[in-house]
């Protein structure tokens, strides 16, 4: 019977909780990181190992080892997030996939470049091999991608794995073609829509037949045995930043990691981030390739409000004649951003968000993209009866229908969120696109996420005056990023046209990305990243009263805190509900990381609140 005698008593995190640290027994050591099963009020919950301690005066529960474990290196940037982003351990550990303790890896495959690198690309990539933060600051169509494969190829000829982040599953399709060209089998794909598949890569990872994994930023979780190379494609992309319970950033994550685990970490950009560019100009560590196709855009700039001109149709028919292909981007998907009575100015709203709800005529419906109501269209003003509405800011699919009226022998798509739902319909329109079987294709964001289209000799640019207009500190990157990245889509292999649409051409007349980010360093000296860290606290209530009665009660505080953090602001959300929920906010900022962090938490255990580090978004 003393074999059974309990011996070992752990503090253990429970998984996806925020739940305090808890103490439980095991008849069997465990290890730190190691995932038991435990039981918490008469449920079964997986919870991981934190620490081990003495026998405690009351009772323990037992625990039953599962197999399963984070890694050294999982812990330790588990344990990071959790202090950084203000999360709980559960959370945080949450975010990771746990290695079998099984696992092995086993010699490298010997693998060969498919395309060899010009004379540029070959200085670029010696100098970055031996350092351990760079910037690749390459432009549209400089050939990013050929020196990413390269610093691969020689990682794994080291024995070491490679991780390649996209922001997007929309960029991975033809990047994965390029890739499996070289790497074939050895190469896995990662990200949150995969389902079924992602156990036959895991097991790949971890017996070795898989050295380079290209995903999204979910993929800096898996469990990596030797990982030798992390690579941040698109680095100035939004998508890198979590919008859920842990509202972490993968790119600075895994800058972290360079850090903190001696792991080369490689960001990559046409159009890099301030923070980037300030941080790696510091180091001395930016590098640029030029574009290595001669082709050419002449850039046509007309000094009107975002609408189909005549002059927009004509340079269209122009390129359609010559059998060449159109893109037509603008921010806005839908027919219009919002439906307003003349009489008297309301808005049509969603009833549970206090966000305008998005006409959608193909579907004859109206719906919120916060929360996903739906109703029917609007034809009598709810607020005073009028029957005169009108739809402000246009979208994609007004765009796209009028350019069916306008060109009936042409065959015009839509690429946009409401239309390319799954990876299957992405990969089906762009493959039909390439293929010319698409003459026009009109979409959103995603039209610039690096997608190769060889025959588009005319991009049209509009609606970026609705960006740079946005309420946020960053709506002339926003802007000026996505007039760079869209108007890359053309002139890839031929000469071809770029028109922008704006009433403030002045703007965007920077010839050169990086004289944009000088000039924007100087606007946000002193006042905004990277010269200072923001944070915002985020409190929610059915009740409205309730719901600024917790933000005022730790204002109250805010304003009186002993650690040099400012106040920027406080009171209604930029949207003010969703889901029936009032939301009311408080906007910190500081030079000092360390002082805001420890702010933050004292602050955030007065009233219970959404904590967000270094927010993208403050709304």
């Known amino acids: 019977m003393s074999s059974l005698k309990i011996s070992n008593y752990y503090q253990v995190a429970l998984l996806d909780s925020n739940s305090p640290i808890l103490t439980y027994s095991s008849h069997s050591p465990l290890k730190i990181g190691e995932i038991a099963e435990c039981t918490l009020v008469g449920k079964k919950h997986k919870a991981v190992v934190i620490e081990e301690v003495k026998k405690p005066e009351f009772e323990c529960k037992p625990l039953r080892a599962i197999g399963e474990s984070f890694s050294e290196n999982q812990i330790k940037l588990a344990r990071f997030i959790a202090q950084y982003y203000c999360a709980s351990l559960g959370k945080s550990f949450a975010l990771f996939v746990p290695k079998s303790l099984s696992a092995f890896l086993d010699t490298p495959p010997d693998l060969k470049p498919s395309i060899p690198l010009s004379a540029i690309q070959s200085k670029v990539f010696s100098q970055i091999k031996s350092q351990s933060f ?42 994965q073609k390029r890739l499996e060209v070289v790497f074939g089998s050895y190469m896995g794909v990662w990200h949150s829509k995969m389902g079924a598949k992602k156990k036959k890569v895991l097991e790949g990872l971890q017996k070795g037949e ?52 001696a792991i080369p970490i490689l960001l990559g950009s046409a159009t890099p981030s301030p923070t980037s560019y300030f941080l790696a100009k510091k180091q001395n560590a930016i590098y640029t390739l030029p574009k290595h196709f001669d082709s050419k855009n002449a850039l046509i700039l007309l000094d009107e409000p975002s609408e189909l001109s005549e002059s927009i149709f004509s340079h269209i028919h122009t390129t359609l004649k010559k059998g060449k292909q159109v893109i037509v981007f603008l921010p806005t998907r839908a027919n219009f951003k919002s439906v307003i009575c003349e009489s008297c100015g309301y808005g049509i709203q969603c009833p549970f968000c206090s966000v305008a709800m998005s006409l959608h005529l193909k579907e004859k419906r109206m719906q919120c993209h916060y929360c996903g109501y739906v109703q029917e269209i609007v034809q009598i003003c709810p607020k005073c009866g009028g029957t005169s509405l009108f739809s402000k800011r246009i979208g994609t699919a007004q765009v796209a229908d009028e350019l069916m009226r306008r060109f009936l022998e042409y065959k015009i798509e839509i690429f946009d969120r409401d239309h390319i739902k799954t990876q299957k319909e992405l990969e089906k329109t762009l493959g039909k696109f390439q293929k010319g079987e698409i003459d026009i294709l009109v979409g959103t964001q995603i039209l610039s996420k690096g997608h190769d289209y060889h025959n588009v000799a005319l991009v049209v640019i509009m609606g970026l005056d609705y960006v740079l207009r946005s309420g946020d500190y960053r709506a002339r990157e926003r802007a000026q990023s996505l007039f760079f990245q869209i108007k890359g889509r053309g002139g890839r292999k031929y000469d071809g046209n770029v028109i922008l649409q704006s009433l403030n051409l002045d703007f965007f007349s920077y010839e050169k990305y990086e004289d944009f980010l000088e000039d924007e360093l100087k606007f946000r000296e002193e006042l905004y990243p990277p010269f200072v860290r923001l944070a915002t606290l985020t409190f929610s209530h059915k009740d409205e009263r ?29 949207v003010a509900k969703i889901k029936t929920q009032y939301r009311y906010m408080i906007l910190l900022k500081c030079k000092s990381a360390s002082a805001l962090l420890k702010c933050v938490r004292e602050l955030s255990s007065y009233e219970k609140c959404e904590i967000d580090i270094d927010p993208l978004n403050i709304v």
Not at 135 to 154: A, C, D, N, P, R
Not at 158 to 174: R, Y
């Open 134 to 175: 760079s910037l690749l600051f390459g432009q549209t169509g400089s050939g990013k991608s050929e020196v990413y494969i390269h610093l691969f190829l020689e990682k794994i000829s080291q024995g070491k794995q490679c991780l390649f982040l996209m922001p997007e599953i929309a960029l991975t399709p033809q990047m």
């Open 546 to 574: 309730r719901a600024e009665m917790n933000m005022q009660k730790v204002m109250q505080k805010a304003l009186n805190n002993p650690y040099g953090v400012s106040v920027v602001g406080g009171g209604s959300a930029g």
């Open 210 to 261: 898989i050295w380079l994994i290209i995903g999204t930023r979910s993929a800096l979780f898996l469990p990596f045995s030797n990982l030798g190379l992390i690579v941040v494609d698109e680095e100035h992309d939004d998508s890198y930043k979590s919008q859920h319970s842990v509202k972490y950033n993968a790119r600075d994550l895994a800058i972290y990691m360079g850090k903190s685990l």
